[in-house]
């Protein structure tokens, strides 16, 4: 297994990052610094240190699904002291998962948690082109130049802008519409910061498919472990080959 792919394993970070950790002479395999990326290491016999702290994968890895309540923010310390979703996990589970992007304190929904930093890394990644499906209930409805804006793109300030989305108007009563918003990239609010550019406030959002793995019936604040078969199809939506 290579140097940098054995550090995304033990948690360290995505391999970019694992990358820079070892050209920076900060990695030691058997007591040696080692600045090559490819260096060979065998899990089960080398020792391989980190800043001075020796660094393994995990033995079990772990696939999960949590229906996140609005109102918890998906932090591991919150400064303000308000409840995250790390407070939902079992404590068994506390400290050995990482939730697999954000969602903002407001918005509910589908949040993956995994200590797979190699599957967490390329479901982020905007190359890869991973489909998060939100359902938005906002205010007033829009129009179809507003729907076709969206669709396009639309600049969201400090000089960002969202890149082509899905978008259909799937009902509106009164001055209420629920819009359905597919995105293939995770920036910051971008749902909320989206409508706000065409006009609309957005009221509730619900996250409630990432990739192929779809919400489903699972109530708000529960968790479930991903079937072999989801991770699987997880891992081929992320352009991760088997032997990755």
């Known amino acids: 297994m290579r140097l940098n792919r054995f550090l995304a394993l033990s948690g360290l970070g995505a391999r970019r990052k694992c990358e820079i950790l070892i050209r920076e002479g900060r990695v030691e395999v058997n007591g040696s610094t080692v600045d ?11 020792r ?4 001075g702290v020796r660094v393994r994968p995990p033995r079990t890895q772990f696939y999960l699904m949590m229906n996140k309540p609005s109102g918890v923010v998906v932090s591991a310390q919150d400064e303000r002291g308000r409840s995250t ?8 589970l506390r400290g050995k998962v990482r939730a697999v992007g954000r969602l903002d304190r407001g918005s509910e929904g589908l949040l993956l948690f995994t200590n797979d930093g190699i599957l967490a890394h390329a479901l982020q990644h905007p190359s890869r082109g991973v489909e998060r499906l939100y359902l938005a209930w906002v205010t007033p409805p829009p129009g179809k130049d507003a729907l076709a804006a969206l669709r ?7 000089g960002e802008r969202s890149g082509p989305a899905t978008v259909r108007l799937q009902a509106a009563r ?3 519409a629920r819009v359905r918003v597919g ?11 989206m409508f706000r550019s065409v006009g609309c406030r957005v009221s509730a959002l619900r996250r409630v498919a990432f990739g192929t793995l779809l919400l489903g019936p699972l109530r708000a604040g529960h968790l479930r472990r991903l079937t072999a078969t989801e991770v699987a199809a997880l891992r081929k939506a992320a352009g991760l080959a088997e032997k990755e």
């Open 36 to 46: 090559s990326l490819a260096y060979p290491v065998d899990p089960a016999k080398d």
């Open 48 to 51: 391989v240190v980190c800043d």
């Open 85 to 92: 979703v790390y407070d939902l996990l079992p404590e068994r």
């Open 183 to 193: 995105l293939r990239e995770g920036r910051n609010r971008e749902v909320r910061r």
């Open 152 to 158: 396009r793109g639309v600049a969201l300030g400090k």
């Open 174 to 176: 009164g001055g209420t």
